[in-house]
């Protein structure tokens, strides 16, 4: 029964008022089957935002056809112990829960929790990056606000890490960065303040309401999302900062219902290049989707015998061939 966790949301939606979902939570429907199997679900981990965010949804068209949208409503306890046996519970009915409000504490337990890729938003690495066998991969981090021993350990392990800076450089990295997230823990603060003046840790500098709507719509787009989380230290007041999350909800969810299984894993239609780099002993391997035309490196993971793709961009393809060199960022798994 649902209502252990949860209770429905105190909205009162007029009849002539459009709903954003396709079901919700109510005193009448309480058992997950009831809803319909829904592909994506909103919960208030923060009860006052996600209510806020609830009242813009409610303003926006929904344009999704290819994915069921549930509201679960708010968490009885705003506790992660209490939270993550549900969020994992739905996780593994292949149900995608947004949860607004969630706390630094939740993600942490969320990270543990699952065995997927997790990607973090945030405009900072606070402390040293710890790495296990759960790749983390950070985006849109400022340099100036992560220890200088911190970034000198994004160099050395992390595969996967983009700051502010590379994000506005090579934007054509963006959507390679997010394909194969599985977690995905998105802090407000990675926007600029300007535009979420209540988030306290914000900075002048950030992502702006477009970009960010941008990088959701690729989280969405990803055909290993399992779980998106949305932090925002903010005071209940907090109306603009309701606009921005609804909107980046909106945006996930397009990318969502754009999702294709389009992954060389999943025996979908490919065609393989051979690219040869001088000063290597092996011939680099390049797999383009006849499906969507995203591309990969192929890599063999010789000690493990196994095959693993590396999402990358086609201008990434295109450096190796015409400049006869090996891209930076697809050097630190080939060379690792």
């Not at 008022?17 to 009448?28: A, E, G, I, P």
Request: include cysteine; hydrophobic fraction near 40%; charged fraction near 20%.
């Amino acid at each position: 029964m649902l209502k252990m966790w949860l209770a429905p949301s105190e909205i009162d939606t007029p009849d002539n008022v459009r709903s954003f979902f396709n079901t919700s939570l109510t005193d009448q429907i309480s058992d997950y089957q009831d809803l319909g199997r829904p592909d994506v679900v909103l919960i208030g981990f923060d009860r006052t935002l996600c209510e806020q965010v609830r009242t813009h949804l409610y303003r926006f068209y929904n344009h999704f056809r290819n994915i069921r949208i549930a509201d679960l409503g708010n968490l009885i306890q705003e506790n992660a112990d209490f939270a993550t046996p549900l969020i994992s519970e739905l996780v593994n009915n292949k149900a995608i829960p947004v949860i607004v409000g969630a706390d630094g504490a939740l993600m942490e337990s969320m990270i543990n929790a699952t065995q997927s890729a997790v990607t973090v938003i945030s405009n900072r690495i606070e402390e040293p990056a710890s790495f296990g066998t759960v790749p983390i991969n950070y985006l849109a981090f400022q340099r100036h606000l992560v220890p200088y021993n911190v970034l000198g350990s994004l160099d050395d392990n992390c595969m996967m890490a983009l700051s502010l800076g590379k994000i506005r450089t090579h934007p054509n990295l963006l959507e390679p960065f997010l394909r194969d997230c599985g977690l995905l823990c998105l802090d407000l603060n990675a926007v600029r303040s300007s535009e979420v003046p209540h988030i306290s840790d914000a900075c002048p500098s950030g992502l702006t309401t477009e970009e960010l709507c941008q990088t959701m719509k690729f989280a969405g787009m990803s055909s290993r999302l399992e779980a998106v989380l949305i932090k925002a230290n903010c005071c209940p007041e907090s109306h603009n900062e309701a606009k921005v999350i609804a909107e980046a909800v909106w945006y996930l969810l397009e990318g969502l219902n754009m999702s294709t299984k389009d992954h060389p894993k999943d025996r979908t239609p490919c065609k393989e290049f051979l690219v040869t780099i001088p000063d290597m002993d092996t011939d680099l391997t390049f797999v383009r989707s006849e499906l969507s035309g995203k591309w990969w490196l192929k890599v063999h993971d010789y000690p493990e015998n196994e095959v693993i793709y590396i999402a990358c961009a086609h201008e990434e393809y295109q450096q190796a061939v015409s400049g006869h060199e090996l891209p930076e960022r697809l050097a630190k798994f080939i060379l690792h």
